[in-house]
């Protein structure tokens, strides 16, 4: 058996595919934190996103949502001289939105939960057996993220949604030929 084709030979990403891609996550921050990776990746590789996470966690403060929703132009002004992470000021200032949002919806009914039931608290367990089948967005990463824009949320179209959804394990999309399907489809 094999891994799936997308990662690659780094190290790194290897050690992402094989031990945190696609195992369910139920933790609000550490959901909430993957989503805004995942918009911070947006036009760049997954693996520029791996090689600055843990700069992108110090300078973010550990991505604690209720200390970056107080956030101003101040620290956006300083996450922009800070080489060690993507320095993109719409997605600098969309975090702090997102921080804002994020509030809300776990005030209102927990972060987590309101992203698990879009699938009915179950991971979705797909069958592809070649990376040409796995689409890049799916009916469910449409609504959540039309769903996301709505309450403010930025960053977060459908591709993003379905990249973060299969990251978290909401969706169980390790290639049936690869060995971390069967391991993570027992984890649901």
Not at 39 to 52: E, H, V, Y
Not at 58 to 63: D, I, K, L, N, T
Not at 87 to 110: D, L, P, S
Request: charged share 25%; with cysteine; glycine share 8%.
């Amino acid at each position: 058996m094999e891994r799936c084709g997308w990662a690659g030979s780094d190290p790194l990403y290897l050690a992402y595919h094989d031990e945190e891609w696609g195992v369910p996550e139920r933790d609000s921050r550490v959901l909430w934190e993957k989503l805004v990776l995942d918009g911070f990746q947006a036009g760049l590789s997954w693996l520029t996103i791996l090689k600055k996470r843990e700069n992108f966690r110090a300078s973010f403060q550990g991505f604690d949502p209720h200390v970056i929703a107080e956030w101003g132009a101040v620290d956006v002004a300083r996450l922009l001289g800070d080489a060690g992470i993507i320095r993109h000021r719409g997605k600098i200032e969309a975090t702090i939105t997102n921080a804002r949002v994020w509030q809300a919806i776990e005030a209102e009914q927990g972060f987590a939960t309101y992203l698990w039931n879009y699938v009915d608290g179950r991971p979705v367990q797909t069958r592809f057996e070649t990376l040409a089948q796995v689409p890049a967005d799916t009916e469910i990463s449409r609504k959540l993220s039309k769903d996301l824009k709505k309450r403010g949320f930025k960053f977060c179209g459908p591709t993003i949604t379905y990249a973060f959804m299969q990251a978290v394990g909401m969706v169980n999309d390790h290639l049936v030929t690869c060995p971390c399907h069967e391991r993570v489809a027992r984890m649901g």
